[in-house]
């Protein structure tokens, strides 16, 4: 069993930035493929970004390509997302997840955080 635990959140004004970590404890997480997603009221989940295994393959959405990096630390159990030049929409409760594929689809996810809110204002 894997427990992911995000932090760094918060409030931030527009144009700034935040980095997301996510700490994995349980068991190595270092041959999961790790991924943020995000949620806002009334949509559903969509992947922000994707991390393979390796490190040697990412996934970015639209929306978060050039602004947003996904990195990991596999000696450390952590992951996390840089996020600069934050937008009001990215607005969200962003969730870190871990599984076996690589993937933007959220049910093949298997293990999630608790998820942590992200507020920019503008």
């Known amino acids: 069993q894997v427990q992911l635990v995000e932090s760094g959140g918060g409030l931030v004004q527009a144009g700034g930035s935040l980095r997301l970590s996510c700490a994995a404890s349980?068991?190595?997480?270092?041959?999961?493929?790790m991924a943020w997603f995000r949620q806002t009221p009334g949509k559903e989940r969509e992947a922000a970004a994707v991390?393979?295994?390796?490190?040697?393959?990412?996934y970015y959405a639209d929306s978060v390509k050039g602004r947003f990096t996904i990195s990991r630390d596999n000696a450390k159990n952590t992951v996390y997302l840089q996020m600069n030049s934050l937008k009001p929409e990215d607005t969200a409760v962003y969730y870190c997840?871990?599984?076996?594929?690589?993937?933007?689809?959220?049910?093949?996810?298997?293990?999630w955080g608790q998820g942590t809110q992200v507020t920019v204002s503008s």
């Open positions: 997840a871990g599984g076996s594929d690589y993937t933007t689809m959220a049910q093949a996810y298997r293990y």
């Open positions: 349980g068991r190595t997480f270092s041959g999961f493929v």
């Open positions: 991390l393979s295994w390796s490190g040697g393959s990412t």
